[in-house]
């Protein structure tokens, strides 16, 4: 369980996280989302004791992390997979953490199998891919089985395969009782892996619930139409109360919102306009991820809002 | 989940993991085994020269030979700089390297006790950095005395003082590799910790005279100068005006250590490693 409650970190001038709160529970694999620059990566330094917090307080377990003598048994933590000293074999990396944790020996070849590493064990990591750094990174996590593990933007460099393998490692820590904190700055990556979603931007707390609520948040249902008398139906609709626009290139496509299906048939039947096609589609989440951080976008290109 | 039983945090787990640390690196053997050699050598081609200049030295230079000149060739100040630079620079290195590479970053999620780490890797740099001076000054000893013996100047290893200059010239390595960490801990970039250490500790102390109090001072306050002293066996063919002690030049071994662990663990604990 991790347990944010108010927590606010400036450096100099600029605030990077303020007044956050939001809890993380075992048992789910918990998104971390907002866009480049919202303070994700603070918050998660925060939790691990790597800075100090200016305001309020960050615990897992209900204890602040510095206060553990060693941490990997209790948390595992991947924030940088570039945050290693490239010069040692991956093997000796994880033997001297595993040593320092008093973990057996035998720890170290387990998480290498795991992520599948066992191969390049003995190679020294300045050699290693992208991929294979987040590989080593999510076995430095795992080593101590700890029941909370923290995750930032573990699929970076990750190829196809690995990013399916690593969703499956997700679902299955979290299946098995452990909290699995997550954070990405792409919705569509959360979508098929998190039950909860913890969304920030510009260092603050956008939303905090469930996928499903959130989704439903999002941007109202609009329903598609093809016609071959756009021009009118449009108008019809408009009167309703609806808002339409046209879709090219053909121009005989509407996508209309604020009225439903039903109702639009409806209309279109009584001033028989013929409708060739009529589907309801539903906001994806990304759609709804964009809409609520667009306002706390830090690197915007375009028009400012 | 619950966290399972957890064993209680020993230390020595900590001092096994900075070991590992050490050894695991290609560049440490290399360094240790480069800088004992050199060390060796610079000090050997002292003694060589002396034997080979020998028919034709004075008188003068061959009543104060034993013990002074070939107490000088045991360990000479070229082979106490380059021992100086390398302890200073494998201290450094065993700290600054995790700063520069982001390792530190992964080492505190492991252990959150800051200086529980420092201190562990104290352990690990005193002890191998020791070592170092240890095989340096007696390999040295031995070489250079059967060198002069050749001509019946060279000493004894229980000639009297002589443990002494084995002793300071052995410690010059360890208090020089805490005063690096120390650097490293303060600096955290490998280039400008190197540069500073080589100012601090082998172009201040060649800077400074001792034709005044306070300068003299300085430079008997220096780990260099305080390693002077020591070595120093039988009595000064010239005039010292402000003469230093055998028991200030230790407490100066003593007080760079000390201070040097001091501003690393505090450094270490106080200052976050930066995002």
Not at chain 1, 120 to 145: E, H, N, V
Not at chain 1, 225 to 243: F, H, S
Not at chain 2, 120 to 141: E, M, N, R
Not at chain 2, 255 to 273: E, I, T
């Amino acid at each position: 369980m991790i347990e944010v409650n108010e927590l606010t970190k400036r450096y100099g001038g600029t605030t990077a996280v303020k007044d956050l709160s939001f809890t993380v529970r075992p048992g789910r694999v918990t998104g971390f989302l907002g866009p480049n620059g919202a303070g994700k990566s603070t918050t998660l330094r925060l939790l691990i004791g790597l800075n100090r917090p200016t305001g309020g307080t960050a615990t897992i377990d209900g204890r602040p992390f510095r206060d553990l003598p060693r941490g990997l048994r209790h948390v595992g933590a991947l924030l940088d997979a570039h945050d290693i000293h490239g010069g040692r074999t991956a093997r000796a990396h994880l033997s001297a953490l595993a040593r320092s944790n008093g973990l057996p020996g035998s720890r170290v070849d387990h998480v290498l199998d795991e992520v599948g590493l066992a191969a390049a064990a003995r190679r020294r990591i300045g050699g290693f891919s992208l991929g294979m750094k987040q590989r080593l990174g999510i076995a430095t996590a795992l080593l101590g089985d700890p029941p909370v593990l923290l995750f930032d933007e573990p699929i970076n460099g990750l190829d196809p395969e690995g990013v399916l393998w690593v969703r499956g490692l997700f679902r299955r820590l979290a299946a098995e009782g452990r909290t699995v904190f997550v954070s990405s700055h792409l919705m569509s990556e959360m979508e098929n892996t998190a039950d909860d979603l913890v969304v920030i931007g510009r260092g603050q707390l956008i939303a905090a619930e469930s996928v499903t609520e959130f989704a439903a948040r999002g941007t109202r249902s609009n329903v598609t139409v093809r016609t071959p008398d756009p021009a009118a139906l449009t108008d019809l609709l408009t009167a309703e109360g609806a808002d339409v626009t046209t879709r090219p290139p053909a121009g005989d496509l509407l996508v209309v919102t604020g009225l439903g299906a039903t109702r639009i048939g409806e209309v279109a039947h009584q001033h028989r306009i013929r409708i060739n096609e009529l589907t309801t589609g539903s906001a994806s989440l990304e759609e709804a991820f964009m809409e609520l951080t667009a306002d706390s976008v830090e690197y915007g290109t375009g028009d400012p809002r | 989940m619950t966290a399972p039983a957890e064993p209680r945090a020993r230390f020595r787990d900590l001092v096994a993991a900075e070991w590992i640390k050490m050894w695991s690196l290609r560049s440490p053997p290399w360094a240790l085994a480069v800088s004992a050699l050199l060390v060796v050598a610079i000090n050997t081609n002292a003694a060589v020269a002396d034997h080979n200049n020998w028919p034709g030295y004075p008188e003068g230079i061959r009543e104060l030979f034993v013990p002074i000149w070939a107490m000088r060739d045991a360990f000479t100040i070229g082979g106490a700089m380059v021992l100086m630079l390398a302890a200073a620079s494998i201290g450094a290195l065993t700290l600054v390297g995790e700063y520069s590479t982001g390792q530190i970053r992964t080492t505190f999620a492991a252990v959150p006790a800051r200086r529980s780490v420092l201190a562990a890797k104290t352990v690990v740099v005193t002890a191998v950095t020791a070592v170092l001076g240890a095989v340096a000054a007696v390999t040295s000893f031995a070489v250079t005395q059967a060198v002069l013996s050749g001509r019946r100047i060279g000493l004894p290893f229980d000639y009297p003082g002589a443990t002494r200059v084995l002793l300071a010239s052995a410690l010059l390595a360890p208090v020089c590799a805490l005063v690096g960490m120390a650097l490293a801990a303060l600096i955290r970039h490998t280039a400008t910790t190197i540069v500073t250490l080589t100012l601090l500790l082998l172009v201040l102390p060649s800077l400074v005279t001792e034709r005044d109090h306070a300068t003299a001072s300085l430079l008997h306050a220096l780990p260099q100068g305080a390693w002077a002293e020591l070595v120093t066996v039988g009595d000064s063919p010239v005039p010292v005006t402000y003469p230093t002690t055998i028991a200030g030049s230790w407490i100066v071994y003593g007080l760079w250590s000390l201070a040097a662990v001091v501003v690393a663990v505090v450094a270490v604990h106080h200052r976050d490693p930066a995002p």
